[in-house]
């Protein structure tokens, strides 16, 4: 029920949008001379629950009704409800009008009748409303609106491909409602397995627009006829219509201006006796404008994975912009109020935003070049192997660094042989193996309609640590490790018999705490040496004051004026045969080079 009759509300609505105030007249239209559109309708608990300042439920019946008033001289409209009769029912899903049967003066009743009580048994809707259709090849349009997924287990992708295979001429559009995409997502795939429209709402102004966009694409038998009609019904002193201020920020859908174009005139005194000053003015009438994204300026034309989300131009009091909608199609045809939008077509993390004007009767073509690139990263040891999987992570950084010298990060835990898509230009690529200090920098550059491969070498080793009590013994048990650079900072800390860390070439000390004692040996990592390190009791604890200068190094001295180990006194403390100077772990002489092949795919 809950599928069925949200379906209808959308369509209902977006007629409304389209036409603006409707003529009683057409309520008395042929169903067999309008196409049959099935509104589904739902009607699940969490309609209850509010989006912005509004109830959900309200915003759908409001919608529909005026949809259906403003729309029937060119849809034949049915209604289909679910989740409205009983709190916890998996079969609660009803035709409540056949096609035809929802009217102007039959929607007030119908509508009014539908109270949020229940679940949402999404697969029984839309299956009861393709039902709708008569014989198997008869063009039949669901609208389904609803604000979640199926709450019955049922599988509304497979369901919604099964009614698609068993009837040719069905589509199902969806206009989803609610304030997290995650809860709208799951609808998507109705839309995608019967070739209808998805559009995701978040306000009730961006209600109003998807429903437009909806009723546009099933009333238009082309862009160009409805840019026709549109154009045929404007007039040069229609009654412009201010767009209200934007009351709180939209994760899916705001539309600028449509509420204040769909909500009815002030009653007019009896004392007027005018007609003109009876009628309420003309509404802007919507425009269809058609975005498509290429690659580059010469091509191709990208056929799939495109996201594109509609904002309004005008900032809100914080700066930021309200969503009026998000739609998941190649090629889109949005219904748009007269007005200025930002668009923005994002493929991947490749996206481009641009700010467009709608005007009334003029028809839009709006082409986005992305001049996306990709990117392939993989990891490769000392020895010319693979890193293993799982052991090597990248993070993509934007090129330019702030005042602070920081970077942006574009994407964190970039996975390894997956080409990633990006806007072509320069990125700082972070590489890292293991999850101690083995880390690598690198820049890349990715060109426009190209796959950039990636190979950053890798030098860290993998280590493991050993508490014995004379060399070659066993690990003891319950033992805590302390790894330390040159310089004293902590690398690691850890506690068990064997622990195992991929660290970078350098120079390091490890403090091994065990009954109170703590125990230590300093020692080196060449580039790609795996070692065991073996810390023996038996060489004795160490001193406090040891493993404070370990801790706690002092400071080099200036140039020309230290001694090495045993050269007099003030010296700096000597570092296991190693210079004075502490050694940095990542220093330039041994960071790994990288490598870059670029490749056209």
Not at 110 to 129: E, M
Not at 253 to 264: D, F, R
Not at 281 to 310: H, M, N
Not at 381 to 387: I, P, R, T, V, Y
């Amino acid at each position: 029920m809950r599928g069925k009759s949200f379906a209808a509300l959308k369509l209902l609505l977006l007629a409304a949008c389209f036409l603006g105030a409707g003529n009683a007249a057409a309520e008395d239209a042929s169903p067999s001379s309008t196409r049959s559109t099935v509104l589904v309708l739902d009607a699940s608990k969490s309609m209850n629950d509010k989006i912005g300042d509004a109830v959900k439920m309200d915003v759908a019946r409001d919608g529909l009704r005026r949809a259906v008033k403003n729309y029937a001289d060119r849809l034949s409209f049915g209604l289909v409800a679910f989740g409205h009769r009983k709190a916890s029912n998996c079969a609660d899903a009803e035709i409540l009008a056949k096609p035809g049967a929802l009217t102007a003066k039959t929607s007030e009743k119908l509508l009014n009748g539908i109270k949020a009580k229940g679940q949402a048994p999404v697969a029984a809707a839309i299956s009861d409303a393709a039902s709708l259709a008569g014989s198997p090849g008869t063009p039949l349009d669901v609208v389904l609106v609803a604000d979640g997924g199926d709450s019955c287990d049922a599988d509304i992708c497979v369901t919604a491909d099964a009614l698609k295979q068993k009837s040719k001429g069905l589509r199902i559009h969806v206009v989803a409602l609610g304030d997290e995409m995650k809860d709208l997502q799951p609808l998507a795939c109705i839309a995608a397995a019967t070739g209808g429209k998805f559009v995701a709402a978040t306000s009730e102004e961006a209600f109003e627009n998807g429903l437009n966009t909806v009723f546009n694409a099933i009333s238009s038998p082309s862009a160009t006829e409805a840019v026709a009609a549109t154009a045929a019904e404007t007039h040069d002193d229609s009654v412009a219509i201010a767009p209200p201020e934007q009351s709180r920020p939209a994760a899916i859908q705001k539309s600028p201006g449509e509420t204040a174009v769909l909500k009815s005139a002030a009653p007019h005194s009896p004392s007027q006796t005018s007609v003109q000053r009876t009628l309420p003015p003309e509404p802007q009438k919507p425009v269809p404008v058609t975005f498509r994204a290429l690659i580059t300026d010469v091509g191709p034309k990208l056929q799939s994975g495109l996201t594109w989300r509609i904002y309004n131009a005008k900032p809100k009091a914080d700066g930021s912009y309200a969503l009026i909608s998000t739609h998941r199609e190649a090629t889109l045809t949005a219904a748009l109020l007269p007005g200025e939008y930002l668009v923005n077509a994002a493929y991947g993390l490749s996206n481009l935003t641009k700010k467009i004007k709608v005007e009334s009767g003029k028809s839009l073509d709006e082409k986005f070049v992305l001049n996306t690139g990709g990117l392939a990263l993989r990891g490769m040891l000392a020895n010319g192997q693979e890193c293993p999987k799982g052991t090597v992570r990248f993070d993509i950084l934007s090129d330019e660094e702030d005042q602070f010298g920081k970077r942006r990060t574009i994407l964190a835990d970039a996975p390894a042989h997956t080409v990633i898509r990006l806007n072509a230009g320069a990125y700082h690529i972070v590489s890292r193996y293991g999850d101690a200090n083995a880390k690598v920098d690198a820049d890349v550059t990715v060109e426009p309609g190209r796959v950039t491969e990636a190979t950053i070498k890798h030098t860290g080793a993998k280590i493991t640590f050993r508490l014995v009590q004379s060399l070659g013994g066993e690990a003891l048990a319950n033992t805590k490790w302390t790894i330390l650079t040159s310089a004293g900072d902590t690398v690691k800390s850890a506690a068990g018999a064997l622990p195992t860390y991929i660290l970078a070439a350098g120079s390091y000390a490890v403090i091994a705490n065990h009954g109170g004692q703590s125990y230590t040996r300093k020692f080196s990592i060449d580039p790609g040496g795996d070692k065991q390190i073996e810390v023996a009791i038996d060489d004795g604890p160490t001193s406090p004051e040891a493993v404070k200068a370990l801790l706690d190094p002092p400071e080099p001295p200036a140039p020309g004026t230290g001694t090495l180990t045993g050269e007099g006194g003030g010296g700096a403390v000597g570092f296991d045969g190693f210079s004075s100077r502490p050694a940095d772990p990542n220093a330039p002489l041994i960071n790994p080079s990288t490598l870059f092949r670029p490749s056209a795919k």
